[in-house]
């Protein structure tokens, strides 16, 4: 992710656009493959590519803000940065709002044990931030789970504390 769409994110969220907005626009923008080529396209005219942002995102019923800081991303050249620009708005709008995004993996549905284990650890790692955890099922693990937030990985799986196992027989 460049520098430059973590900036064009943080100005977005600075804007006070509501983040079911952002994500409104993302699904416009990427609904079509051929919306992003067109805007990315440098030989189509700028005022030819506002006039397309203006009816697709006229036709979401998109808040203006939204349409003006796609206008300028067109501009700056920026439109082909668009899904790490989206990507980045949201991973800023968790932080400034104190939610930790989570996926719990297990080897199959996880169990009520394992998603309160899973819960309480991350509330003792993040103390102050809410928890919003997803499962998805990886049969590729012999069992436990492992959580996965944006920086950290937590491996509790059989697998993962063979491998802790092992290397504390190893060292010694």
């Known amino acids: 992710m460049t520098q430059a769409a973590v900036n064009s994110a943080i100005v977005l969220y600075r804007l006070s656009v509501e983040r079911q907005d952002v994500e409104k626009a993302q699904e416009l923008f ?16 700028l005022a030819k590519k506002y006039d397309i942002i203006e009816k697709v995102f006229g036709l979401g019923n998109t808040p203006k803000l939204i349409t003006d800081f796609m206008k300028e991303m067109c501009k700056l050249g920026n439109c082909g940065y668009m899904q790490d620009i989206f990507e980045a708005y949201y991973r800023y709008w968790d932080a400034e ?13 996880a169990s009520a044990k394992e998603v309160s284990d899973a819960q309480e650890l991350l509330q003792s790692k993040y103390p102050n ?4 955890m997803t499962q998805r099922v990886d049969e590729s693990l012999l069992g436990g789970y492992v959580i996965k937030t944006l920086n950290k990985e937590y491996d509790r799986s059989y697998e993962g504390r063979l491998r802790q196992l092992e290397r504390k027989l190893t060292r010694r």
């Open 129 to 132: 931030d809410k928890i919003s």
């Open 97 to 109: 709002n104190h939610i930790v995004r989570a996926e719990l993996i297990s080897a199959g549905p």
């Open 30 to 45: 990427f609904e079509t493959p051929q919306f992003a080529k067109t805007l990315e396209n440098p030989t189509i005219p």
